[in-house]
């Protein structure tokens, strides 16, 4: 048996539901990084300004190292971004996909109850008929 229209659309719901899940799913992955990331850079700052011999003799590798990191918020804040417009992108499809699953479902059960009317309807005037032609006979 063929899958109705509705049907479809429902399992395409489905799918980029899914989908949509994945890209939220990327998105807490790289909110985790960034705060990671944060959290070492203020660490680092922390370290520079302390009065600790050790750190003040690791004070230029203390730099460069706050220098990666800030390159890698950097790049961490970009993938944020288009994350961001990937989820709400998936999301807007998503629904948009349930309101037509939703209206296909209603197109079939109004083409059913049409069905089942125009089926009464033949029926009784087969009634109809066969009773004019049994009071004919």
Do not use: C, N, W
């Not at 429902?10 to 992955?29: D, F, Y």
């Not at 989820?87 to 948009?96: C, F, H, P, Q, Y």
């Amino acid at each position: 048996m063929t899958a109705s229209r509705a049907q479809k659309l429902a399992r395409l719901v489905r799918v980029q539901r899914q989908i949509e899940r994945m890209a939220e799913s990327e998105l807490s992955h790289t909110l985790r990084q960034q705060v990671a990331t944060e959290e070492t850079q203020a660490a680092l700052v922390d370290a520079v300004g302390s009065f600790d011999p050790v750190h003040a003799a690791m004070s230029h590798q203390y730099a460069l190292r706050f220098q990666r990191l800030s390159a890698r918020a950097q790049q961490i804040a970009g993938a944020k971004a288009l994350q961001e417009r990937r989820v709400l992108t998936e999301k807007t499809k998503a629904d948009r996909l349930t309101d037509q699953a939703a209206e296909a479902a209603d197109d079939e059960d109004r083409v059913t109850a049409d069905e089942a009317l125009l089926d009464l309807l033949e029926i009784s005037l087969q009634l109809r008929a066969s009773d004019r032609m049994r009071k004919g006979s």
